[in-house]
Every structure is written in structure tokens, then in C-alpha cells.
């Protein structure tokens, strides 16, 4: 019976990779389910294992750092337990989809136009990069609870045709 299966699974995957080129272990566990448990590899998170993203807006700032383009938002935790140092970025594409300028923050450092109009570039950076956000913020965020965010872009590119911005990280908090 050993034999006959491991012919099987040899047959499986000399089948694949005639198809693909090669041998995707997911696709072989999904004719084969009982093999998922003996596949390493990287699982799936859960449905609800995931940080959301709301943009609440977005505006071209002027001040004492420049031209700046300032998206603000909030992230929602959306696991079953706290979360923190969540990590967005930002990033500013051409019209073909292409990449033209990126930045990335974290969460919990919400600064007004008013206020990012008055402060030097480095001053920005400075809160954008402040891990545990202002007022340690950025730490423990409950289930269902939201932290806001601030991306700025200064020394703005030519063609800016979307904006996408996601999530890059996060860690689970402590109870």
C-alpha cells in the first residue's frame, strides 16, 4: 500500500511538473488533502487574521518642509488578539502601475496639514518613524480597534496617476 502511494504521488508530481515546469506542493495537497499536514511552507492566515486600512483622505500640504502630498488614515486591527508596531506604506505609481516614489510609517502618529505646514522635513520623519506612535499608541491595540496614520511624500514626482497603501508589518501585543 506504502508503494502503491508513493507511485501515486510520484505520478502526481511528474504530472505537474510536465504541466508547469514544476511542482507546486499547494497543488499536490489540494487533490491530496491529507498531505497538507506534512507540506511546510508558509500557511494561510485566517480570514479575520488581518490589519485593515482606512483612507480617511488626502492633500497636497505647503510649509516649511515644501510641496508635500499627505494621505491619512487609520489602521484597524482585525485579529483575535492586540496588536502593535503596525508598519503601512505608502507607495505613489505612474499610470502603468509602476512604482515612482514609497514611504513607509508607523501607525499611531497622526499629524493635521496645520501642523506639518510649521515643521521641518526632519521633524516629520521623525514622528513618521516613532514606532510606538505618540503617546504609546501604537502598542496593545485591542480587537476592532483603529490607530490613525500619516503618510508624507515631499520632493513629489512627475506623472502620479494612483497612490496604493498597505500593510507591512505587524506584532502581536501583550494582553
Known amino acids: 500500500l506504502l508503494i502503491l502511494l508513493l507511485v501515486v504521488l510520484g505520478g502526481a508530481a511528474g504530472f505537474l511538473f510536465m504541466q508547469k515546469g514544476s511542482v507546486n506542493l499547494n497543488a499536490v495537497t489540494q487533490y491530496l488533502p491529507f498531505l497538507k499536514d506534512y507540506v511546510g511552507g508558509p500557511q494561510e492566515a485566517a480570514r479575520g487574521d488581518r490589519i485593515g486600512i482606512n483612507i480617511s483622505g488626502s492633500s497636497y500640504v505647503s510649509g516649511q518642509a515644501g510641496q508635500m502630498l499627505v494621505i491619512q ?98 506584532k502581536p501585543g501583550g494582553s
Do not use: H, W
Request: overall charge negative; proline content about 3%.
Open 73 to 170: 488614515g487609520a489602521a484597524v486591527n482585525n485579529y483575535t488578539g492586540n496588536r502593535s508596531s503596525i508598519v503601512i506604506k505608502g507607495t505613489l505609481l505612474d499610470a502603468q502601475g509602476k512604482a515612482l516614489r514609497q514611504q513607509t510609517v508607523f501607525c499611531g502618529n497622526a499629524l493635521g496639514d496645520a501642523e506639518l505646514a510649521k515643521m521641518p522635513f526632519s521633524a516629520i520623519e521623525e514622528a513618521m518613524n516613532n514606532e510606538f506612535g505618540d503617546t504609546l499608541s501604537n502598542i496593545n491595540i485591542a480587537t476592532g480597534a483603529s490607530i490613525p496614520f500619516t503618510i508624507v511624500f515631499r520632493n513629489l514626482p512627475g506623472g502620479i496617476a494612483n497612490i496604493n497603501v498597505e500593510v507591512v508589518d505587524s
